[in-house]
């Protein structure tokens, strides 16, 4: 079992910053891949960005350029860093891991952005 932690959402403007954390409750070493995916109302969940081991990343071609994910191994926890945030990008996002191939989710942070 993984427990995860988010922090980090909230509102901006659009061309704005923030930056979301997910604190897990196991050494991300033993976790297959983390990632952050987002919600928006009437839409199907998507990935937004991954990290597996070896600082492999994955982005969704929307975030490309403005999204950067990044992991703190000393403190298990995986970063996502936003810039250039558009008003598209209002979603809740939720944090993912998998581990032994199986997929655990946080509770989700509310990112606004406002045109």
């Known amino acids: 079992q993984v427990q995860l932690v988010e922090s980090g959402g909230g509102l901006v403007q659009a061309g704005g910053s923030l930056r979301l954390s997910c604190a897990a409750s196991r050494s991300i070493f033993s976790l297959n891949s983390m990632g952050w995916y987002r919600q928006a109302p009437g839409k199907q969940r998507e990935l937004v960005a991954s990290i597996a081991n070896g600082d492999i990343t994955n982005y969704a071609d929307s975030v490309k350029g403005r999204f950067t994910i990044s992991r703190d191994n000393a403190k298990n926890t995986v970063y996502l860093q936003m810039n250039s945030l558009k008003p598209e990008d209002t979603a809740v996002y939720y944090c993912?891991?998998?581990?032994?191939?199986?997929?655990?989710w946080g509770q989700g942070t509310q990112v606004t952005v406002s045109s």
């Open positions: 993912n891991v998998v581990f032994r191939w199986a997929h655990y």
